[in-house]
């Protein structure tokens, strides 16, 4: 163990918007805390609810969803659907016992750089706030 | 699917000179690699996309019988298709490559951590690994492409890139909003830096348009719907109710020899009388009407939103049945292979500028409506003269920058690319009509970047043209005399100034057309920051979309001039053209599958799907799900919410992913 406790989250990201907006900061150089790591999807409505839930039950702290803005799905209306799942995952992290600020999703778009960085900088900064999961107490 | 051979990965880590080694520990990366399960190869190289680098992949998979191959390096949308290409050299299925991003997303945003990227790019590999080894062959699906285009637009771009596409054979539609092909190009008087007359060069294009043979020519006509993708887009347009046939039309309802012919009779009796929007409201025209003599194609048009529908321009026109007063707007949908967006810009509302008093003072006019009024062909017949009083001006000022690079939250924060050199002409154009006259121009900076365009402005110096650097700060009408008072500092003396001109001219910012965002929207396009369509790529890419079969061309992707539109223009063209010539394209094989096993019929995937890609069908006596590939684009909706986990998304498998997080989150040090 480090003498910093850093979170573990994971990001799961739209290749179309979030992506290429994330690449874009790069581009930009804009810095950010390197504790996210993201998977690429063609779309934010691939997400099944239940990668979701897997990732926290592996022990995540947190996870963001990012995808296009409303009315830029490159597949038309994936974000929408992805968006509608997020009610139902927060409502079960709550019952859970999870606080729900530990998901969130945002709308990065490919020519938005900066706010990806801002988004991560705040996630980063929340998660980090709120701690270690205690799902990792619970397994071990 | 079949066959389970044992998952062989080799890691390939590239250094990408110091872009990556600068902050990350390549050295101590590669040797983690090694550790990783399923990885017999672990090598880096200063460039991996080089022919030495990609040359070390294509050994190694004949060299360790790799099943998968990762290579940690720049983004897979920058160089993703360079290495599925060097693992098709190599022997593998091209769809057994995965990157591990560790520059755009690691070792540029973290630079000054070098513990924390080595940590991120390590999860980074060894997510990349668990999902190689789980790839499976595919085939891209390769299907035929429509040969004919559409081109939205019909400014200087939009006409160019028809023009071209048309003479390479490629019958295409040509689509524009308003009543005549020409746009913003056609309004203008003479064009910077060589003074041709702007209808001089354009007019012939425009004829050139209506007489192709290739074209078909759709003015006063929308883009309602796009289905389908790259090589079989079904548009369906919306022909807005123009009140008026063509002779083709006419014929059609069997009044051969009818239609409009452009003699205006009809415009002569109508008794409303509006502006002129071509004009800018500074010339009328009736409700029946055409913009001026030169449209292409002359056909007049009912402004049904003025008309009292009287009749009177019915009974004029007589045998010929042109009119139609009951006319609706009639659809129709168009098979194409590729699409060009070329919708243009407006000028931004300069009155939001309130200090500069347009709208409030008469004789504050922007750019355009100078280049109506200096314009043989323009309501005054090219004398330029004050809108209050018709008197010739003596002193003009010109505000460059009016808009653009504007940080203050009302205007744009780019640089709208053209005023300073159409400023610099206009201030020309007066030292030509009106001896004597006084031409000022506030600037910022003079960006005169292009061929001949310094000497440009260097000319207009010595014409006696003043010019003041300093942002104007406010403007004053005098009552009586309609003269402004400008007031600025002339930030070279350090000297405030106060002038007294007869005549303003602001030198508008321009942004997207009011349609650009769903028009954008109804092609997949994204929008830059700025507004403007986003390109592909901004250097490598300029006219191609992250819509596959969909480029930009001119000014709706950015600001540019007219040499820098029709270029772009012809390379739209180019590009539109390839998939067309080619005959076929390849999908990626990103398709949603049905495990029939798995899958209940519950029918839940059908209504997500936003393509009507799938259906349910009877199979060995009980309903599943089957997907059409040619309409699937493997978004992945279905196969995010299947309650049975019954859809196979190829390249992006449930069994892929939870690896991949299982890989970040139980694979590395605890």
């Known amino acids: 163990m480090a003498e910093e406790w850093k979170p573990k989250i994971l990001a799961i990201i739209c290749n179309w918007c979030s992506y290429a907006g994330a690449d874009l900061a790069g581009g930009a150089r804009i810095q950010y805390p390197p504790d996210i790591r993201a998977i690429r999807v063609m779309c934010t409505g691939r997400i099944d609810p239940l990668f979701i839930m897997k990732a926290f039950q592996d022990g995540a702290d947190g996870v963001l969803i990012s995808g296009c803005h409303f009315g830029d799905c490159h597949y038309l209306e994936g974000n929408f659907k992805a968006a509608k799942r997020m009610f139902l995952i927060k409502s079960v992290l709550k019952n859970i016992g999870l606080d729900d600020r530990r998901i969130r999703m945002t709308f990065v778009s490919a020519s938005e750089g900066a706010k990806w960085a801002g988004v991560v900088n705040d996630v980063v900064k929340t998660v980090t706030e709120l701690g270690p999961s205690p799902l990792k107490e619970f397994e071990k | 699917m079949a066959e389970k051979k044992e998952a062989r990965i080799g890691v390939f880590i590239c250094h990408c000179g110091t872009n990556i080694a600068g902050s990350i520990d390549i050295k101590a990366l590669q040797e983690y690699a090694k550790t990783l399960p399923n990885v017999v190869v672990a090598d880096e190289y200063q460039y991996m996309c080089s022919t030495p680098g990609q040359g070390k992949i294509v050994d190694a998979i004949a060299e360790s019988k790799l099943t998968g191959v990762v290579v940690a390096a720049c983004s897979p949308r920058l160089h993703e298709p360079t290495f599925r290409m060097a693992s098709k050299v190599g022997g593998l299925n091209p769809f057994r490559f995965e990157m591990a991003n560790i520059r755009e997303q690691n070792s540029w945003v973290h630079m000054h951590d070098r513990e924390g990227a080595t940590a991120k790019a390590k999860d980074s590999v060894r997510i990349a690994v668990a999902k190689a080894s789980l790839l499976e062959d595919l085939f891209p699906k390769s299907v035929p492409v429509e040969k004919a285009a559409l081109v939205v637009g019909a400014g200087v771009a939009g006409i160019q890139a028809s023009l071209d596409l048309a003479n390479a054979g490629i019958p295409t539609y040509l689509i524009e909003k308003s009543p005549t092909i020409g746009g913003r190009m056609s309004q203008l008087d003479k064009t910077f830096p060589t003074l041709d007359c702007s209808q001089c060069i354009l007019t012939p294009k425009m004829v050139d348009v209506g007489r192709n043979e290739n074209i078909i020519l759709k003015t006063y006509t929308e883009v309602e719907k796009v289905e389908g993708y790259i090589g079989n887009f079904d548009i369906t347009l919306r022909k807005k109710a123009r009140g008026v046939l063509t002779p083709d039309e006419a014929a059609e309802r069997g009044y051969v020899g009818g239609g409009c012919n452009g003699c205006g009779d009809c415009a002569g009796v109508c008794p409303v009388i509006k502006g002129n929007e071509f004009e800018f409201a500074m010339a009328p025209r009736k409700a029946i009407y055409i913009y001026h003599p030169q449209v292409v194609p002359n056909i007049y048009t009912v402004d049904f939103e003025s008309c009292i529908k009287c009749g009177l321009c019915v009974d004029i026109c007589g045998d010929k049945k042109a009119i139609d007063l009951e006319m609706e707007d009639t659809f129709e949908t168009v098979k194409v292979g590729t699409a060009i967006l070329a919708t243009g810009y407006d000028l931004f509302p300069i009155e939001k500028k309130a200090e500069w008093g347009y709208n409030r003072y008469e004789n504050v006019i922007t750019g355009l409506e100078f280049e109506r009024l200096i314009c043989a062909s323009g309501p005054t017949g090219g004398h330029l003269v004050r809108p209050s009083d018709g008197q010739t001006p003596m002193k003009v000022g010109f505000v460059l920058c009016a808009g653009s690079r504007d940080n203050t939250g009302v205007g744009k924060p780019y640089c709208s690319r053209f005023c300073c050199m159409y400023s610099l002409k206009h201030a020309h154009q007066i030292h030509e009509k009106i001896p004597g006259a006084r031409v000022y121009l506030f600037y910022m900076d003079i960006r005169s970047f292009g061929k001949m365009y310094e000497e440009f402005y260097y000319r207009i110096q010595d014409e006696g043209a003043k010019f003041i650097r300093g942002r104007v700060s406010n403007i004053l009408e005098d009552a009586t005399t309609k003269n402004l008072h400008v007031f600025t500092e002339d930030t070279l003396l350090q000297r405030p100034i106060n002038l007294e001109l007869d005549l303003v001219v602001l030198a508008s910012a321009v942004q997207p057309v009011a349609e650009e965002d769903t028009i954008r929207k109804l092609f997949g396009v994204s929008k830059s920051q700025d507004g403007w369509m986003l390109e592909a790529h901004p250097k490598l890419n300029p006219c191609g979309t992250t819509t596959a079969g969909v480029f930009l061309a001119g000014v709706c992707q950015g600001p540019k ?44 995937c059908v209504n997500l799907c936003p393509y009507g890609a799938l259906a349910l069908v009877e199979k060995n006596g009980r309903k599943v799900m089957e997907v059409t590939e040619a309409k699937c684009k493997g978004c992945g909706t279905c196969g995010g919410f299947c309650p049975g986990g019954a859809i196979h998304m190829q390249h992006f498998t449930t069994p892929q992913i939870v690896a991949q997080i299982d890989a970040f989150l139980l694979g590395g040090e605890q």
């Open chain 2, 561 to 604: 001039d007219i040499p820098d539109t029709v270029a772009q223009a012809e390379g739209a063209a180019s590009a539109a053209s390839i998939p067309i010539h080619t005959g076929k394209v390849e999908l990626e094989p990103y398709f949603a599958q049905c495990m029939d096993e798995k899958c209940a019929g519950c029918g839940m």
